[in-house]
């Protein structure tokens, strides 16, 4: 793998370390993240991120939500912000971005921080020996080496869902965000009650899909 490419799954990305910090105001609140070279977008939000945060769904009541493969964290740290009331989980495999995480939840959630956890793991090996379920699981999946390994997340999401819990992403539509509609509406049917699009803009599409 390229060092371009590291931060999407390399447990110790091979770049020289350099930390950098981002200030992004979502959802009408200013947040501050630490972030560091070896993980995605570290230079600012990324544009998918900040689209997605912006529409997202997030539940009114008391629940469990999942920042999947959460870089340093903006998804789940907004989730947060916004959830006091819940529990939010942040994984991923890059100990780099996993070390953002835990400072970035010191600067913006000093108030809540026991009921944000952040594991490190691959998607759900985290969650392998647990017997954790979500309301929501949220995601800005890496489609850069291929869409056939996120698909295959796809059929692996209902195990982990509440019922009626919602599994959201973006999907940039040059990287197949109509191809993946299509995949979905045809081959998952049977695993989703709902699969749609619930937003489009620059180029982003936004996917909720809810399990039975």
């Not at 999947?68 to 916004?82: D, H, M, Q, R, S």
């Not at 942040?90 to 100990?95: A, E, H, Q, S, V």
């Not at 809540?112 to 309301?135: H, Q, T, W």
């Not at 869902?161 to 999907?171: A, E, H, P, T």
Request: aromatic share 14%; hydrophobic share 35%.
């Amino acid at each position: 793998m390229d060092k371009k490419n590291q931060h999407y799954s390399t447990q110790f990305p091979d770049v020289r370390v350099k930390v950098h910090s981002v200030s992004e105001s979502l959802k009408h609140h200013l947040y501050l993240f630490k972030t560091i070279t070896g993980v995605f977008s570290f230079k600012k939000l990324d544009l998918g991120t900040k689209v997605f945060i912006e529409h997202m769904k997030i539940p009114e009541e008391k629940c469990v939500l999942l920042d999947l493969g959460c870089g340093y964290g903006p998804i789940g740290i907004v989730l947060a912000y916004l959830t006091p009331q819940s529990t939010i989980y942040l994984t991923d495999i890059n100990k780099r971005a996993l070390w953002c995480v835990r400072e970035n939840i010191k600067y913006n959630l000093s108030e809540r921080s026991g009921k944000v956890i952040v594991l490190e793991g691959s998607y759900f090996k985290p969650f392998e020996a647990k017997s954790v379920k979500f309301d929501g699981i949220y995601m800005n999946p890496p489609l850069r080496s291929g869409r056939r390994e996120f698909l295959t997340l796809c059929e692996d999401i209902p195990r982990y869902l509440n019922s009626k819990g919602l599994f959201q992403f973006v999907i940039k539509k040059k990287m197949g965000a109509e191809y993946i509609h299509i995949y979905l509406k045809k081959h998952l049917s049977e695993l989703f009650e709902i699969i749609e699009v619930t937003f489009k803009r620059s180029g982003y599409w936004i996917f909720c899909l809810t399990s039975f």
